[in-house]
Every structure is written in C-alpha cells, then in structure tokens.
C-alpha cells in the first residue's frame, strides 16, 4: 500500500522520452489494464482531495495526483482495441475536464465507472481485464520480492527507512505498516500501484519486470504488513470496509467488489465450513441486490449478518494459536496436575511411616492406580460422547471449554489460597487424619483414589478443551505432554529419593497464573465455538481487539464474559492477600514431601 502522497510524476516524466507509454506495453489487453487501473486510482485520489459537492480543494496533493493518473492513462489510449480507443479517449478527455473544474466526487466515479465497463468490456469481460489470483499469493515469495524490489527504499520491515529512503525525489517512501497510511487500501490497488508505479515519486512501473503472480505475490505481503504479516486478516479487514462503503453510498458496484474480495479467502472458507460459505454468499448477493434500494433499517440487517458471519470465517480459517503458547500451556497442566498428586500421595505415604503403619502404604498405592485407570476410562467416554454427537460438536465442544474455564477459575484462587505453606500443610494433615481415624483400609485408598482421580478428572477436562483449542496444531499440546511427563519423573524421583524441598509459594504463585490465564483464553474459545453453534448470539463490537492467543475476539458476548472473569480474579485476589491479624505460628516456607 503505497500511500496517497506518493502519487506524482514518473509516468509523466517517461511521456517526455523517446518512447511513449504506450509503447511499453506488447498488446492491447496490458494497455487496458494499465489504463482502467490509473482511472480507477485518479478516481479515488481525488475523492480525497475535494469536498463532497466539489469545488474546494482540500488536499491539493491528491488532486495533483489523481490528474497525473489521468494523464498517463492517456499516453496510452492509441493502442486500446479499435472498438474503445475512440470512446475512451473521449472519456479520459471528460475526467481531465472535470478535474480542474473540480467537479463533485460523485460524479467523476460514475464518469469513471462507464469508462472502466467500456474498457472492459472491449478487453473480454472482468475475468480477462482483471482476474484475481485463481489461488492466494504466496506471502513467502511476496517476501522474496519485497526483499528484492522494495526494502532499498521501503525497508525491510516495510517502516519507509530502507537505504535510499533519504535520497529519493519527490515524497519519502511510505510507512506500510501504518494503518492509518494504509486505510481503505485494498490489495488490488496495491496490485494496481505496482504494475503501473506512482506517478510524481522514485516508485516505478514493475508490470514489465515482473511477472503477474509476483505483482500479485508482492501486493498480499504489503497488504498483511499492518496486520502482523496476516493475508487472510488483511483481506478480512478489506472485505469489511468494502461492505461498509457499499451500504453508506448505496453502491452495487462497491457491494461487488467486496464480494470479489471475499473470493480470496472463500475456497478456504467452504473448505472448513461449506454452510458458513454459502451463507456468506447468500448474504453478500442480498447486499448486491438491496444495497441501492435498502432503507436504514434493512441495511443494518444487512450488515449485522455480514459481519457475523465474516467474523466466523475469519475464526475459522486465520486463527492459528501459537505452537509455543499450545507447548507451554500443556506443560504446566500436566506438571501442576501430576505435581499436586505426587504431594498429596508423597504425603499420605511420610503420614504413614510417622504414624508406624508403613505397612499401609500398598492401601494407598492401590487408590492411586484405580483412580489412574478411572481416568483413563474417563478420557474414553469423553471422546466416545463426542464421537457418537458429531452434529451437536460445536455446541459440545463449547460447553466443554466454559466448563474447563470454570474449573480453572476455582482452582487457581485454590491454589492462590493455599500460597502460603501453613496452610498446605494444613490441608494435608486434614485428609490424612480423617483416613487414619476410620481405621479402615478402604478409606485410605479412598482418600488417594479421589486426590488422584480428581487431578485426573481435572486434566482430561483441560486437555479437551485445549485440544479443541489447538485444532490442527494438537502435535504441540502432545510434545508439551510429553516434557511434562518428563518432568513430573524428575521431580519424583527428587522427592522421593533426594528428599527435595518444595517452595510451595512460588510454585503455587506460578501455577495459578498459568491456569488463570488459561481460564480467561477458554472463556472467549468457548463463547467462540457457542456462537458458531447458534447458541449464543454474535454481536460485533466495532474496534475492539481481536487477540486469539488470548480468545479475546471483538464481540459483545465474550468481551462481556472476559471482563466478568477478570473483575472476579481481581476480587478474589484482593480477598486472598487481605492483611490478616498475626497469630498462629507458620509452620516454615518450604514443605518437605519426605
């Protein structure tokens, strides 16, 4: 997205050579796509430099621009089909008539719109002028290209800082990751700018030495550049200002162009979710049937289900959580989850041995096995349930994740709660005592049964959730299994054989923020995956952040239940670590499980 400003004289400058514009392009088809393209930009840029009803200039720079834009489309007009040269000349002479009498906005695009249906028409139609990429553009080779055509000037990372960025003429180069630079700015613009260079600044025409799918390639990796990178984002973010341009000016021509736009990203779209896909079309040929004739209240119809329904797309097919954050997240669930096992067992086992009843030790061991098979026979009919309800899985799945969320809530304010070590050790102490109390075998595997199966409980909740999370990615979630596993192995055998001293209040203190933060990305999955079941309704909240590593998504809904979430965590910390009356002594910082 080269911006506005940048629009000047090179093509202008090339006129006064030798050869003439015209005589750059081999044939008639390149010609005409260089002509429509600098209409369709003249067009635009003088819209930004002109008050609505005309005749005050606001922005002299963009209607300098658009008229260069004019200007150069008609060095080419002489090698246009025999059928249009005629008539488009014509026309471009009308444009550049109505630029410098300053002409309202509105009327030169509808001067530019009959002249771009000629041109087109003349060429084959649409589809042979200007046909978008039959499959996306490659952002790795955008990036290439970038590398190769671009950074000299605009930087490698697209700032305008690049090498020669203080030594060209004219306007320096543009900042490509400012939003508020690259607004409006669609990729087939930018596509556009790049085949036919800008005019009045050091960007030249690239549609000789590179190749369409480059251009085109070079085009995604600009348009993703305010996104993070994102191609699928960035067309998302096109498609809806197009579809908000369409309903404010009542225009069928703008409500296709976002149609044409959706395009890019809809094979991708049915590929995961035909219904979804089909009605997005449905939804986006009403807009192109009512946008001219709509009154306000079917255009805010209209909008609300476009937007909910693009919102779910770009859910499906651009969220992608991190490998890193899905690793990272199954570590800690089985550390903390195997951990607090291994200390409620360790600690039965030293109770035990301190009470003379060591002999008693297989009673527990037995509970802590049994609860291990439980919850592998858990884990079975979890996935048997969501196996045997494939048409209820979004609703399922949702559910599962606001449960999970739920619990995680619960048990890191437990853990928050048990931070300091008196009070652990205290917890411990309780559930031995009543065990040994009853004199009963039963009730000390009882007691390890329900201490392991409720951890085990607890984790195969958490890891479907996080699976469901994870989607394709889930072989993160098993590596981060995997050194976890690993990791519990060593801390057992330290215990157990090296008598290691836990520091119960860091470890606590870290644990509960991790499954804090998990409890807070669960709560916006799940009302995520509840909306895309209908169940609960969608409704879009105009910029607010789309954060998925986070499941913050820009909806009423999860926004709401997020924001309910945190003023509890916030409640309940301040409840938590209260100034308390000094009493009791503390039975030391550290616990020793053996």
Same mark, same amino acid.
């Given at each position: 997205?080269?911006?506005?400003?940048?629009?000047?004289?090179? @093509?202008?400058?090339?006129?006064? @050579?030798?050869?003439?514009?015209?005589?750059? #392009?081999?044939?008639?088809?390149?010609?005409? %796509?260089?002509?429509?393209?600098?209409?369709?930009?003249?067009?635009?840029?003088?819209?930004?430099?002109?008050?609505?009803?005309?005749?005050?200039?606001?922005?002299?720079?963009?209607?300098?621009?658009?008229?260069?834009?004019?200007?150069?489309?008609?060095?080419?007009?002489?090698?246009?089909?025999?059928?249009?040269?005629?008539?488009?000349?014509?026309? $471009?002479?009308?444009?550049?008539?109505?630029? *410098?009498?300053?002409?309202?906005?509105?009327?030169?695009?509808?001067?530019?719109?009959?002249?771009?249906? !000629?041109?087109?028409?003349?060429?084959?139609?649409?589809?042979?002028?200007?046909?978008?990429?039959?499959?996306?553009?490659?952002?790795?080779?955008?990036?290439?290209?970038?590398?190769?055509?671009?950074?000299?000037?605009?930087?490698?990372?697209?700032?305008?800082?690049?090498?020669?960025?203080?030594?060209?003429?004219?306007?320096?180069?543009?900042?490509?990751?400012?939003?508020?630079?690259?607004?409006?700015?669609?990729?087939?613009?930018?596509?556009? %700018?790049?085949?036919?260079?800008?005019?009045?600044?050091?960007?030249?025409?690239?549609? +000789?030495?590179?190749?369409? *799918?480059?251009?085109? &390639?070079?085009?995604?990796?600009?348009?993703?550049?305010?996104?993070?990178?994102?191609?699928?984002?960035?067309?998302?973010?096109?498609?809806?200002?197009?579809?908000?341009?369409?309903?404010?000016?009542?225009? /069928?021509?703008?409500?296709?162009?976002?149609? $044409?736009?959706?395009?890019?990203?809809?094979?991708?779209?049915?590929?995961?979710?035909?219904?979804?896909?089909? /009605?997005? +079309?449905?939804?986006?040929?009403?807009?192109?049937?009512?946008?001219?004739?709509?009154?306000?209240?079917?255009?805010?119809?209209?909008?609300? %289900?476009?937007?909910?329904?693009?919102?779910?797309?770009?859910?499906?097919? &651009?969220?992608?959580?991190?490998?890193?954050?899905?690793?990272?997240?199954?570590?800690? !669930?089985?550390?903390?989850?195997?951990?607090?096992?291994?200390?409620?067992?360790?600690?039965?086992?030293?109770?035990?041995?301190?009470?003379?009843?060591?002999?008693?030790?297989?009673?527990? #061991?037995?509970? &802590?096995?049994?609860?291990?098979?439980?919850?592998?026979?858990?884990?079975?009919?979890?996935?048997?349930?969501?196996?045997?309800?494939?048409?209820?899985?979004?609703?399922?799945?949702?559910?599962?994740?606001?449960?999970? #969320?739920?619990? !995680?809530?619960?048990?890191?304010?437990?853990?928050?709660?048990?931070?300091?070590?008196?009070?652990?050790?205290?917890?411990?102490?309780?559930?031995?005592?009543?065990?040994?109390?009853?004199?009963?075998?039963?009730?000390?595997?009882?007691?390890?049964?329900?201490?392991?199966?409720?951890?085990?409980?607890?984790?195969?909740?958490?890891?479907?959730?996080?699976?469901?999370?994870?989607?394709?990615?889930?072989?993160?979630?098993?590596?981060?299994?995997?050194?976890?596993?690993?990791?519990?192995?060593?801390?057992?055998?330290?215990?157990?054989?090296?008598?290691?001293?836990?520091?119960?209040?860091?470890?606590?203190?870290?644990?509960?923020?991790? !499954?804090?933060?998990?409890?807070?990305?669960?709560?916006?999955?799940?009302?995520?995956?509840?909306?895309?079941?209908?169940?609960?309704?969608?409704?879009?909240?105009?910029?607010?952040?789309?954060?998925?590593?986070?499941?913050?998504?820009?909806?009423?809904?999860?926004?709401?239940?997020?924001?309910?979430?945190?003023?509890?965590?916030?409640?309940?910390?301040?409840?938590?670590?209260?100034?308390?009356?000094?009493?009791?002594?503390?039975?030391?910082?550290?616990?020793?499980?053996?």
């Amino acid at each position: 997205m080269l911006p506005v400003r940048l629009l000047r004289t090179i @093509l202008v400058a090339s006129a006064c @050579l030798a050869k003439p514009l015209a005589g750059q #392009a081999t044939d008639s088809l390149a010609v005409a %796509r260089r002509i429509v393209a600098a209409a369709s930009l003249a067009a635009k840029e003088y819209a930004l430099g002109v008050t609505p009803s005309g005749g005050n200039i606001t922005r002299p720079e963009e209607v300098d621009e658009a008229r260069l834009f004019i200007q150069q489309a008609q060095f080419d007009i002489s090698a246009l089909p025999v059928t249009a040269r005629a008539k488009a000349g014509r026309g $471009l002479a009308r444009l550049g008539q109505m630029l *410098q009498r300053l002409a309202p906005p509105d009327s030169v695009s509808r001067v530019t719109d009959s002249l771009v249906a !000629l041109i087109t028409k003349a060429a084959g139609g649409p589809q042979v002028l200007e046909a978008l990429p039959s499959t996306p553009p490659s952002l790795a080779r955008g990036a290439v290209v970038f590398h190769e055509r671009c950074a000299a000037c605009h930087g490698e990372s697209g700032k305008g800082d690049g090498p020669k960025a203080k030594s060209v003429k004219g306007p320096p180069p543009a900042d490509l990751t400012d939003p508020k630079v690259m607004s409006g700015t669609t990729m087939l613009e930018i596509f556009r %700018r790049v085949s036919i260079g800008v005019p009045g600044t050091s960007m030249p025409e690239f549609a +000789e030495d590179l190749s369409e *799918q480059d251009r085109w &390639a070079v085009s995604a990796y600009v348009a993703a550049m305010q996104y993070g990178g994102s191609a699928t984002a960035a067309t998302f973010a096109a498609v809806r200002r197009q579809v908000d341009s369409a309903l404010a000016t009542g225009s /069928d021509k703008v409500a296709f162009d976002a149609y $044409l736009t959706f395009e890019q990203v809809e094979t991708e779209v049915r590929a995961r979710n035909a219904g979804l896909a089909s /009605d997005l +079309e449905s939804a986006f040929a009403w807009l192109r049937v009512r946008a001219t004739r709509a009154d306000a209240n079917e255009k805010q119809v209209i909008r609300e %289900r476009l937007l909910a329904g693009l919102e779910r797309a770009e859910r499906a097919v &651009a969220d992608r959580p991190s490998s890193m954050s899905l690793f990272v997240a199954s570590f800690f !669930l089985l550390l903390r989850e195997g951990f607090e096992a291994i200390l409620i067992v360790a600690a039965l086992m030293t109770f035990l041995a301190k009470a003379g009843a060591a002999e008693r030790r297989r009673e527990v #061991a037995r509970g &802590a096995w049994l609860a291990v098979a439980a919850s592998l026979l858990t884990w079975a009919l979890v996935e048997l349930l969501f196996q045997i309800t494939p048409g209820q899985r979004e609703a399922i799945e949702g559910g599962t994740m606001l449960l999970a #969320a739920v619990v !995680l809530f619960y048990v890191s304010y437990w853990l928050l709660s048990k931070i300091e070590a008196a009070k652990w050790t205290a917890f411990v102490k309780g559930k031995m005592q009543s065990a040994l109390s009853s004199g009963s075998g039963i009730a000390l595997s009882a007691v390890a049964f329900l201490a392991v199966y409720r951890e085990g409980f607890e984790t195969i909740l958490f890891y479907k959730a996080l699976f469901t999370s994870a989607g394709s990615m889930g072989v993160s979630v098993l590596g981060g299994i995997a050194a976890g596993a690993v990791g519990l192995v060593v801390v057992y055998f330290a215990i157990n054989q090296l008598g290691l001293r836990v520091a119960m209040k860091p470890f606590f203190a870290i644990t509960g923020a991790m !499954l804090y933060y998990m409890a807070f990305v669960f709560v916006g999955k799940g009302i995520a995956e509840l909306q895309e079941a209908r169940i609960v309704p969608l409704t879009i909240i105009e910029r607010a952040p789309r954060l998925p590593v986070f499941g913050v998504y820009p909806t009423l809904e999860s926004l709401v239940m997020q924001g309910a979430l945190l003023a509890l965590a916030i409640v309940a910390a301040a409840w938590t670590l209260r100034p308390k009356p000094s009493g009791g002594g503390a039975e030391g910082d550290l616990l020793r499980a053996k």
